[in-house]
């Protein structure tokens, strides 16, 4: 079937196009409203843009319509949804408002081109395919592009389908079969179905989709049979019993310091007093905050605003504070090392002292921010020195654990939490708990926050861990090994959480087969669409 054929007359073609634009419309309003977003979120309407991805494919006359319709969508939803990056931009790098827009503008352009590339793609799919194998192709290739801008130019899987439902966990536990970009996949599929099952007619005696009442039967039931499954399973995770691991209580520390301030050298004593300060809420109980003291403490990344092995008067007094409570103090502060030839280099790193054996440990963070923690290519943006305090950070060299009362734990670094493959790591290395810190400050009061929160939640459904969570501003929480959200601190207030969590040490069926699904997402779209190519020069050649 040819959605719009040679024939329409020029009205109908306008009326086609202005179709189509409403559908991109649609597609990116339901990006927006089915992600965290300051009006209100309803995570079903982020299947708006799969669904409208899809219908424009069909509609679009040409290949070049569908990638153009496609970017539209996806470049209007991801910088809706991204809207927040222009508050930095403003408040920190010093550009005006118009100019923040337009970086983000700029940056929705780029993720636009995955959703061309989906709409280009699903028109030759379902051009040579039957419906039900275009619909679930359309899964595969919606899971694959997302894996691929996770891994592209450093990767930025920050709007990932699946995420936009971590919310609601019943919706999210197939993660742990077959991870966020898996469980997308699923949800592009079903949505692709929805398409095809839905008697829709644009065009008058024209363009109807689909034409015939037994493939919208097929989808329909290829919809039902996709939506059953993920019901069911998600219900039972839910209600099964979590393993059993040995409990401890986490005592996460919100400082809440003035970004403005934070790295001024008169203020470094008073950030150390403020955390010592919240910590003792949690680990003294004769201040009457709590009745027994904590296990674990946890500060935010860069809590501490000096070099921990340089800065001697200000490291006692941390080390001393864990001593005489006895508990372990993990907290976040830059490092320094050292290349082999002899060059300093600067990390991101998290501390974890503990007062019995093995004493003093680190991680440093590997997948650092462009831009925000070092400049790809030496690109000279004076805008961005504010937020590179100076410093040019380095990666760390390995995925090293750390050792926490006889168990091992991971550590993810505030923008590390959006990346599968680094939780999936740690956790098949043998890490029984997440640590995360993290520095939301820059974003101010709006949805970036609680999105990166969500996306947190991704990697404890995905990896059957507990996530321990610390932010500077918010949103410090504990997260199960099934995606919820047990607490969270409130934004901007300082504060001390303490929720009890447990070592984990079970591996999800992801854990163990990512390569396997990635495999899947990235070589099936792939061979459908070389079939659906060489199937198409075959008819040229023929007509």
Same mark, same amino acid.
């Given at each position: 079937?040819?959605? !719009?054929? /040679? +024939?329409?007359?020029?009205?109908?073609?306008?009326?086609?196009?202005?179709?189509?634009?409403?559908?991109?419309?649609?597609?990116?309003?339901?990006?927006?409203?089915?992600? *965290?977003?300051?009006?209100?979120?309803?995570?079903?309407?982020?299947?708006?843009?799969?669904?409208? =991805?899809?219908?424009?494919?069909?509609?679009?006359?040409?290949?070049?319509?569908?990638?153009?319709?496609?970017?539209?969508?996806?470049?209007? &939803?991801?910088?809706?949804?991204?809207? +927040?990056?222009?508050?930095?931009?403003?408040?920190?790098?010093?550009?005006?408002?118009? !100019?923040?827009?337009? *970086?983000?503008?700029?940056?929705?352009?780029?993720?636009?081109?995955? %959703?061309?590339?989906?709409?280009? %793609?699903?028109?030759?799919?379902?051009?040579?395919?039957?419906?039900?194998?275009?619909?679930?192709?359309?899964?595969?290739? #919606?899971?694959?592009?997302?894996?691929?801008?996770? #891994?592209?130019?450093?990767?930025? $899987?920050?709007?990932?389908?699946?995420?936009?439902?971590? $919310?609601?966990?019943? #919706?999210?536990? &197939?993660?742990?079969?077959?991870?966020?970009?898996?469980?997308?996949?699923?949800?592009?599929?079903?949505?692709?179905?929805?398409? /095809?099952? !839905?008697?829709?007619?644009?065009?008058?005696?024209?363009?109807?989709?689909?034409?015939?009442?037994?493939?919208?039967?097929?989808?329909?039931?290829?919809?039902?049979?996709?939506?059953?499954?993920?019901?069911?399973?998600?219900?039972?995770?839910?209600?099964?019993?979590?393993?059993?691991?040995?409990?401890?209580?986490?005592?996460?520390?919100?400082?809440?310091?003035?970004?403005?301030?934070?790295?001024?050298?008169?203020?470094?004593?008073?950030?150390?007093?403020?955390?010592?300060?919240?910590?003792?809420?949690?680990?003294?109980?004769?201040?009457?905050?709590?009745?027994?003291?904590?296990?674990?403490?946890?500060?935010?990344?860069?809590?501490? $605003?000096?070099?921990?092995?340089?800065?001697?008067?200000?490291? !006692?007094?941390?080390?001393?504070?864990?001593?005489?409570?006895?508990?372990?103090?993990?907290?976040?502060?830059?490092?320094?090392?050292?290349?082999?030839?002899?060059?300093?280099?600067?990390?991101?790193?998290? #501390?974890?002292?503990?007062?019995?054996?093995?004493?003093?440990?680190?991680?440093?963070?590997?997948?650092?921010?462009?831009?925000?923690?070092?400049?790809?290519?030496?690109?000279?943006?004076?805008?961005?020195?504010?937020?590179?305090?100076?410093?040019?950070?380095?990666?760390?060299?390995?995925?090293?654990?750390?050792?926490?009362? &006889?168990?091992?734990? %991971?550590?993810?670094?505030?923008?590390?939490?959006?990346?599968?493959?680094?939780?999936?790591?740690?956790?098949?290395?043998?890490?029984?708990?997440?640590?995360?810190?993290?520095?939301?400050?820059?974003?101010?009061?709006?949805?970036?926050?609680?999105?990166?929160?969500?996306?947190?939640?991704?990697?404890?459904?995905?990896?059957?861990?507990?996530?321990?969570?610390?932010?500077?501003?918010?949103?410090?929480?504990?997260?199960?090994?099934?995606?919820?959200?047990?607490?969270?601190?409130?934004?901007?207030?300082?504060?001390?959480?303490?929720?009890?969590?447990?070592?984990?040490?079970?591996?999800?069926?992801?854990?163990?087969? =990512?390569?396997?699904?990635?495999?899947?997402?990235?070589?099936?779209?792939?061979?459908?669409?070389?079939? *659906?190519?060489?199937?198409?020069?075959?008819?040229?050649?023929?007509?």
């Amino acid at each position: 079937m040819t959605p !719009a054929p /040679e +024939w329409l007359t020029v009205p109908e073609r306008k009326a086609l196009s202005r179709i189509i634009l409403c559908l991109a419309l649609l597609g990116a309003g339901g990006l927006f409203l089915g992600f *965290c977003n300051p009006v209100a979120q309803f995570p079903p309407l982020a299947l708006c843009a799969p669904a409208a =991805m899809c219908l424009m494919a069909r509609l679009s006359r040409t290949n070049w319509n569908a990638f153009h319709a496609g970017w539209l969508c996806a470049a209007l &939803g991801q910088s809706a949804c991204l809207y +927040w990056l222009a508050v930095p931009m403003h408040d920190f790098g010093g550009l005006p408002w118009i !100019a923040a827009a337009v *970086c983000v503008l700029a940056l929705g352009g780029y993720l636009g081109l995955y %959703g061309g590339l989906f709409c280009l %793609g699903y028109k030759l799919i379902h051009r040579h395919l039957h419906p039900l194998a275009a619909s679930l192709l359309a899964g595969l290739l #919606w899971g694959g592009l997302e894996l691929a801008r996770g #891994w592209l130019f450093t990767g930025f $899987p920050w709007v990932s389908l699946s995420s936009a439902f971590a $919310p609601w966990p019943l #919706w999210i536990q &197939g993660a742990a079969l077959v991870g966020a970009y898996g469980l997308s996949a699923v949800y592009a599929a079903l949505a692709a179905a929805l398409t /095809e099952a !839905a008697p829709l007619r644009f065009i008058p005696g024209r363009t109807a989709l689909p034409v015939r009442r037994k493939q919208r039967l097929a989808a329909l039931a290829l919809a039902v049979l996709l939506f059953i499954p993920l019901y069911v399973y998600g219900l039972q995770a839910l209600r099964a019993p979590l393993p059993q691991g040995d409990v401890f209580r986490a005592g996460l520390v919100q400082g809440n310091v003035n970004q403005n301030q934070k790295w001024e050298p008169r203020y470094q004593q008073q950030t150390v007093n403020r955390y010592l300060s919240l910590s003792e809420r949690a680990v003294n109980p004769a201040l009457g905050v709590v009745k027994e003291p904590v296990d674990l403490l946890v500060w935010p990344e860069t809590a501490m $605003p000096f070099y921990f092995e340089e800065n001697r008067d200000l490291a !006692a007094q941390i080390t001393a504070f864990s001593d005489h409570f006895n508990v372990p103090v993990a907290f976040g502060a830059p490092g320094k090392g050292r290349r082999p030839g002899g060059e300093t280099t600067y990390h991101n790193r998290l #501390w974890l002292y503990t007062p019995d054996k093995p004493g003093l440990q680190y991680k440093d963070k590997v997948h650092l921010v462009p831009f925000g923690e070092y400049v790809p290519l030496s690109i000279p943006l004076p805008f961005i020195e504010y937020f590179m305090q100076g410093l040019d950070f380095s990666p760390g060299e390995s995925e090293r654990l750390l050792r926490l009362g &006889g168990k091992k734990a %991971g550590v993810l670094i505030c923008y590390e939490a959006i990346f599968p493959e680094l939780a999936r790591q740690q956790a098949l290395d043998g890490a029984a708990v997440l640590i995360n810190i993290s520095n939301d400050a820059w974003f101010g009061r709006t949805a970036a926050p609680m999105q990166h929160l969500q996306l947190t939640a991704m990697r404890a459904a995905e990896t059957g861990r507990y996530i321990v969570r610390a932010t500077n501003t918010g949103y410090s929480a504990v997260i199960d090994p099934r995606g919820r959200i047990l607490t969270h601190g409130t934004l901007f207030r300082a504060e001390t959480l303490v929720v009890p969590a447990a070592f984990q040490e079970k591996d999800t069926l992801f854990t163990l087969g =990512m390569p396997y699904v990635n495999a899947v997402l990235v070589l099936g779209p792939l061979l459908a669409l070389l079939l *659906c190519f060489l199937r198409e020069r075959r008819t040229r050649e023929l007509g």
